[in-house]
């Protein structure tokens, strides 16, 4: 079994930036494609951005293309998610979980992690 932990949220005014980490450990794999989702009070879960096993693909969700970026270091076991032009409607818990595929559908990941709090401020 695999556990996922987030780091890295916070407070931060519009138009900064926050570096989300997703640690895993136990029974991990470089062969997953890895997820970020987030979650706002009152709203349904959305997947934001997903990267292939080797890194040479990734999914941004419309709402976070060009601001937000995906990476992974397989050797540290971590993947990052890089958020720059923050913006008030960002504030969300994000989570982190793996899918054996590559996926843009929620329901095909494994459990997402408690999450990271963001929370931007305007």
């Known amino acids: 079994q695999v556990q996922l932990v987030e780091s890295g949220g916070g407070l931060v005014q519009a138009g900064g930036s926050l570096r989300l980490s997703c640690a895993a450990s136990?029974?991990?794999?470089?062969?997953?494609?890895m997820g970020w989702s987030r979650q706002a009070p009152g709203k349904e879960r959305e997947l934001v951005a997903v990267?292939?096993?080797?890194?040479?693909?990734?999914y941004y969700a419309d709402s976070v293309k060009g601001r937000f970026a995906i990476s992974r270091d397989n050797a540290k076991n971590t993947m990052y998610l890089q958020m720059s032009s923050l913006k008030p409607e960002d504030t969300a818990v994000y989570s982190c979980a793996r899918s054996p595929v590559g996926t843009m559908t929620l329901a095909v990941f494994g459990s997402w992690g408690q999450g990271t709090q963001v929370t931007v401020s305007s």
């Open positions: 136990g029974r991990t794999s470089s062969s997953y494609f």
């Open positions: 990267i292939s096993p080797s890194g040479d693909w990734t």
